[in-house]
T-cell receptor
Framework: DVKVTQSSRYLVKRTGEKVFLECVQD?????MFWYRQDPGLGLRLIYF???????EKGDIPEGYSVSREKKERFSLILESASTNQTSMYLC?????????????FGQGTRLTVV | DQQVKQNSPSLSVQEGRISILNCDYT??????FLWYKKYPAEGPTFLIS?????DKNEDGRFTVFLNKSAKHLSLHIVPSQPGDSAVYFC???????????FGKGTKLSVKP
């Protein structure tokens, strides 16, 4: 059974704190993604990675950074949390090839910045 | 500018009938398209995908149709069930490294 695991379901952090959101997949997927979901805005891509140590900015990278030191782990870092980063954060991993294309999500992390 | 558009924010269907969810895209270079279902406070669940070299893919009650000339795809759910009530997202694979781009979603309500 495929599995993408995010380290926390719910987090509450203070403004200015450095926040780490961890995501681990057990499917040996090359591609991993971080999104945030906000009402009326759908899923917006923050960063994605297509290989170890490789990363690409998505639509809204400001205020975030990522780390992919191992294939199975993709971390999202909020350098200095702000209240406008309160959101649902979703990690996904996937494979994109000519014979198969699929991508699976973790259960999400609801982050509240106070 | 949005590359993947789901123009209907909501859709209401009677149980047993067909649900048709629509999605339009602007980039003719997209290679693959995926559909997801999402319940509140959970991660999206992958439903079905289609390659740009096909025009139809079927999996149980779910069928996705792709019209490349119109840059349009649709997800058909037959028959619709109350448990299908959720937000449905259309996504496209773009870029050389496989960026996964989403629409804003359509909320489906299936009434008993």
């Amino acid at each position: 059974d495929v599995k993408v695991t995010q380290s926390s379901r719910y987090l509450v952090k203070r403004t200015g704190e450095k926040v780490f959101l961890e995501c681990v997949q057990d499917m040996d997927h090359e591609n991993m993604f971080w999104y945030r979901q906000d009402p009326g805005l759908g899923l917006r891509l923050i960063y994605f990675s297509y290989d170890v140590k490789m990363k690409e900015k998505g639509d809204i990278p400001e205020g975030y950074s990522v780390s992919r030191e191992k294939k199975e782990r993709f971390s999202l870092i909020l350098e200095s949390a702000s209240t406008n980063q309160t959101s649902m954060y979703l990690c996904a991993s996937g494979v994109i090839r000519t014979d198969i294309t699929e991508a699976f999500f973790g259960q999400g992390t609801r982050l509240t910045v106070v | 500018d949005q590359q993947v558009k789901q123009n209907s924010p909501s859709l209401s269907v009677q149980e047993g009938r067909i649900s048709i969810l629509n999605c339009d895209y602007t980039n003719s270079m997209f290679d693959y398209f995926l559909w997801y279902k999402k319940y509140p406070a959970e991660g999206p669940t992958f439903l079905i995908s289609i390659s740009s070299i096909k025009d139809k893919n079927e999996d149980g009650r779910f069928t996705v149709f792709l019209n490349k000339s119109a840059k349009h795809l649709s997800l058909h759910i037959v028959p619709s069930q109350p448990g299908d009530s959720a937000v449905y997202f259309c996504a496209a694979i773009g870029g050389s490294q496989g960026n996964l781009i989403f629409g804003k979603g359509t909320k489906l309500s299936v009434k008993p």
